[in-house]
Structure formats: structure tokens, C-alpha cells
């Protein structure tokens, strides 16, 4: 060890070989190779660090008893760079064993950490609505729907946020405040498609018919292939039947069935050519 200047580095080493193997879903082996940092004689932050990525493995493999096994075995120092990812992971093993009140003490400790922004706020929502704590959650899921962030994963995570308060209000029958939810959503989000079929709804059940037709109309451009969009396309026509507007619903009502006929002649083929 003295004489070779890369023994220093070899937890280092293990833990890239670790990394690729994961990288190619080769769990087993990538947990192998972190088992064996784990239960060598490594340095106490390589340790803990170890205990992590196994449990974390453990978790992508919907182990969540082994990654909890995993993370109790992290005692002392830990890593500066990965004490809240630790965290997060035991508040995640924590929801996943059906256990939201202990996942909530740990997210509360989380919240407002800038390299968790949006998740532990979302989470910390889940959390309460599986302890029936509606009003809590509503209010914590308000928070994380106004986070002023503007990488993608926090801006996707604050559009999931709006949407399940969306979502949360059409249930209670609060139409007026899930239309305000659904607006929240980003246009260009990866949620867009649901936020404005699911507008169009919350006009409908007030009989807002007039309103329904501008997402409607805006989702039905989109592309054909999302359920969403296939939805606001027969969604749309009878927006305008409400209406008695007869004429434009039956045109668009012959346009959704052209467009679903050519879905499934492009169908066919595709089944024509794998064949």
C-alpha cells in the first residue's frame, strides 16, 4: 500500500465499476462490487457512502426492507456531498414500506434544500395525503406548485404538484379551484396534455361549455398518438353539441373518426412489416 500511489483510490475505483454496471441494469454485479468497499477495511466516509449506493440499489429493485437494512448500517461521518441524498432515500424507503409518518419527519428536515428543490416538497405532500391529512397536503402541494425554480426536474415536479391538486379539487367537486391548478401547468410541460384535457372537464361539470372548447382546441392539435389528445378530440365536438353548434360538432366528429381510421391503418402496417 505505501509504495502504490493508486491504493488510496481503490474505493474510488469500486465505486465507478459500480456506476457502469448500474448504468447497464447489471444490479447484481454492481452490487457486488459495492459490497465489497463495504465490508473491507475502508475509510469511514467510504463506508457510509457505500451503505448508500447499495441501498440505493436496493430501492431501483423495489427492495425497500434491504435499502432500509442498507442505510442503517451508516454510522459517523458522512460525505458532505451526500448527507440530504441519504435522507431523501430513507424518507423514499420510508413511503415505500408504508410508513408516511417517519417519512414525513424527514422530509420536513428537508425542506428548502436546494439540490432537492420540488422533490422533497412533493414527497413531503404524498406523505401527508397517506396519513388523511388532506388540508396539510393541500397546502404543502400548494407550496411545491409555486416553487420559482427553472431547471427541468423541479419544473416538471412543480407541474406534477399542480396537477394532482387539480386533480384533488375535481374530486371534492371544487371546480373553480382546479381550473386555477390546471393553469399553473406549463403549455410546453410534460404534463400539458393531461392539464388541458383536465380543464376542459372542470368547465364542463359547471356547465362552462363556451370555456372547455379553448383547451380542447389547443390539446386537439397536438399530437394524435397521446390518449389525451384522442380524448379532446371527441371531447371537443361534444363541447360544441352542448352548445347547439350542430354543425361544426359533426364535422369534428368525422374529422376524429378519419384521424383514428389512419392510426389504425398505420397499425396494421406496422403489424404487416414486424411480421
Known amino acids: ?27 447484481h454485479r454492481a452490487g457486488r462490487a459495492i459490497k465489497a468497499v463495504l465490508e473491507g477495511a475502508v475509510d469511514e466516509q467510504v463506508r457510509n457512502e457505500a451503505a448508500f449506493r447499495l441501498a440505493r440499489i436496493h430501492f431501483q429493485k ?26 431523501f432515500l430513507r424518507a423514499n424507503v420510508y413511503m415505500a414500506l408504508g410508513r408516511p409518518g417517519d417519512a414525513a419527519g424527514v422530509l420536513k428536515r428537508l ?13 413531503l405532500g404524498i406523505a401527508l395525503l397517506q396519513q388523511d391529512q388532506k388540508q396539510s ?16 426536474g423541479p419544473l416538471a415536479i412543480r407541474d406534477k404538484s399542480n396537477m394532482l391538486l387539480g386533480k384533488l379539487m375535481l374530486e371534492s367537486n371544487d371546480f373553480v ?27 364542463v361539470n359547471v356547465k362552462n361549455f363556451e370555456r ?35 354543425g361544426r360538432a ?12 389512419e392510426e389504425l391503418t398505420k397499425v396494421d402496417a406496422s403489424i404487416k412489416s414486424i411480421r
Open 1 to 27: 500500500p505505501d509504495r502504490d500511489s493508486l491504493y488510496f483510490h481503490i474505493g474510488e475505483a469500486e465505486f465507478s465499476v459500480g456506476d457502469f454496471e448500474l448504468y447497464y441494469r447489471m444490479h
Open 62 to 87: 423495489d427492495q425497500a426492507s434491504d435499502a432500509l437494512r442498507a442505510l442503517d448500517r451508516i454510522n459517523g461521518k458522512v460525505p458532505e456531498r451526500i448527507v440530504d441524498d441519504v435522507e
Open 111 to 123: 425542506q428548502g434544500t436546494e439540490s432537492l428543490a420540488g422533490f422533497a416538497e412533493y414527497n
Open 137 to 152: 397536503a393541500v397546502q404543502q402541494l400548494d407550496k411545491a406548485g409555486l416553487l420559482n425554480v427553472s431547471a427541468q
Open 177 to 203: 379551484h382546479a381550473q386555477g391548478y390546471f393553469d399553473r401547468v406549463r403549455l410546453d410541460g410534460p404534463f400539458s396534455n393531461q392539464a388541458l384535457l383536465s380543464a376542459g372537464w372542470s368547465h
Open 212 to 246: 372547455a372548447l379553448v383547451p380542447w382546441g389547443m390539446l386537439a392539435k397536438r399530437e394524435v398518438t397521446d390518449a389525451a389528445v384522442q380524448e379532446a378530440m371527441l371531447a371537443l365536438p361534444y363541447a360544441y353539441s352542448q352548445l347547439n353548434v350542430h
Open 250 to 261: 359533426a364535422v369534428l366528429y368525422g374529422d376524429a373518426l378519419k384521424s383514428f381510421g
